[in-house]
């Protein structure tokens, strides 16, 4: 199994970016997927998930109605759009799929900042 996240890179404060994890090497349409995110010093932590039938939770404490999470069974790929963002969530952001086996991506830095 394969996962690669792209899209990260720098930002403005109050600026978007948009995510992808594309995935290979395992039935992407039946596998919940995430995305979590690990700032320097801290532990990683769940933003938002999407399920095998599309259903969405966020970490509100997190991403308080900013982040949308989507995914194409089409194309193998889940994203995360990241919209007026903050200093704060500057992090190296990870896809996981799971179950019934858990697989990780690489990781892809975002940083928010003027």
């Known amino acids: 199994a394969r996962l690669v996240e792209s899209g990260g890179g720098l930002a403005q404060p109050g600026g978007s970016l948009r995510l992808s994890c594309a995935t290979s090497?395992?039935?992407?349409?039946?596998?919940?997927m995430s995305w979590y995110r690990q700032a320097p010093g801290k532990e990683r932590e769940l933003v938002a998930k999407?399920?095998?039938?599309?259903?969405?939770?966020y970490n509100d404490d997190a991403v308080k109605g900013r982040f949308i999470v989507s995914r194409d069974d089409a194309k193998d790929t889940m994203y995360l759009q990241m919209n007026n963002l903050k200093p704060e969530d500057t992090a190296v952001y990870y896809c996981?799929?799971?179950?019934?086996?858990?697989?990780w991506g690489q990781g892809t830095q975002v940083t928010v900042s003027s």
């Open positions: 999407i399920d095998s039938s599309a259903r969405t939770t």
């Open positions: 090497g395992f039935t992407f349409s039946i596998y919940h």
């Open positions: 996981k799929a799971e179950w019934p086996s858990i697989y």
